[in-house]
């Protein structure tokens, strides 16, 4: 059992700890194997520029998803709970792009007995293009007395 942080411990504004990947074809195959996701478009080329990126081959908007999730499940433990998530893909990920989840504290309240925190969440690329913003909804335990 690790808790990371207590709702009390959590401001508005407070920012997510650093969180990044650089990806290419190993994380794509990678995540494609363990998700049956061997489209054409994320492992060549030539098929990715036929999808329209001119850059070649792209990778998976879900993979941005999970490297989201990862981010927040390192900053919450294992005593808190992601309630809700949820992104718009807005850019595509490069081969060689460095991805970074970034997310900052907007909202603090109790639901009933739960305490929530809601963030505003992205995944920037090395440009400091948003590439998925969203939001997240956690629920976080109270430091014990």
């Not at 049956?36 to 999808?51: I, Q, S, T, V």
């Not at 001119?54 to 998803?65: D, H």
């Amino acid at each position: 059992m690790t808790v990371n942080i207590y709702f009390d411990d959590v401001t508005i504004g407070d920012t997510l700890p650093e969180w990044s990947r650089t990806t290419d074809f190993m994380h794509w195959n990678r995540y494609a194997a363990v998700n049956d996701e061997f489209m054409p478009f994320h492992m060549d080329d030539e098929d990715g520029r036929k999808a329209g990126n001119p850059a070649g081959a792209f990778g998976m908007g879900n993979l941005r998803f999970a490297y989201m999730l990862n981010a927040l499940q390192d900053w919450i433990g294992d005593e808190a709970d992601v309630r809700e998530i949820s992104c718009r893909y807005r850019v595509m990920n490069q081969k060689g792009d460095r991805l970074a989840v970034v997310g900052q504290v907007v909202e603090k309240f109790v639901v009933g007995t739960e305490n929530r925190v809601r963030l505003e969440i992205d995944v920037v690329n090395q440009k400091g293009e948003s590439t998925c913003p969203g939001y997240a909804l956690i629920a976080l335990p109270s430091r014990p007395a």
